[in-house]
Nanobody
Framework: VQLVESGGGLVQPGGSLRLSCAASGFTFSGYYMSWYRQTPGKERELVAGIGSNGGTTTYADSVKGRFTISRDNAKNTVYLQMNSLKPEDTAVYYC????????????????WGQGTQVTVSS
C-alpha cells in the first residue's frame, strides 16, 4: 500500500497550489480520503475529506471557500486545490485513507502518505 503526495512547495501569500495524492495497493474507490496538515508541536488537523464516490465533502472552517478537495477514482488520485493561501496554511500536508466512512479522528485512518511541505511566505 502506498499513498504518495506531491505538489507542495513555497508560495507567496495569496497564491495557489494543487496537491496530489496517488494511491496504490488497495481498492481506492472504496475508501474515504482526507487531507490533514501538521505543524511542529501541534496535533494533526483535518483539512478536508471526500467520500468514496466524491459525492460528499467536508472542510475545516479555516479553509472553507479557499480549498477544494476532489478525486479521480479512475486514476486512484485525490487532489487538494489550495487558493488564497495564507502564512497560517504553512504545514506538512498528508493524505490519508479510511475504509468506507470518514472520520475526524486521525487514529481511525488505515493508510497515510509521507507528507508534502507547503510553505506560504513572502
Amino acid at each position: 500500500v502506498q499513498l504518495v503526495e506531491s505538489g507542495g512547495g513555497l508560495v507567496q501569500p495569496g497564491g495557489s497550489l494543487r496537491l496530489s495524492c496517488a494511491a496504490s495497493g488497495f481498492t481506492f474507490s472504496g475508501y474515504y480520503m482526507s487531507w490533514y496538515r501538521q505543524t511542529p508541536g501541534k496535533e494533526r488537523e483535518l483539512v478536508a475529506g471526500i467520500g468514496s464516490n466524491g459525492g460528499t465533502t467536508t472542510y475545516a472552517d479555516s479553509v472553507k471557500g479557499r480549498f477544494t478537495i476532489s478525486r479521480d477514482n479512475a486514476k486512484n488520485t485525490v487532489y487538494l486545490q489550495m487558493n488564497s493561501l495564507k502564512p497560517e496554511d504553512t504545514a506538512v500536508y498528508y493524505c490519508a485513507a479510511k475504509y468506507f466512512r470518514g472520520s475526524y479522528n486521525p487514529e481511525e485512518y488505515d493508510y497515510w502518505g509521507q507528507g508534502t511541505q507547503v510553505t506560504v511566505s513572502s
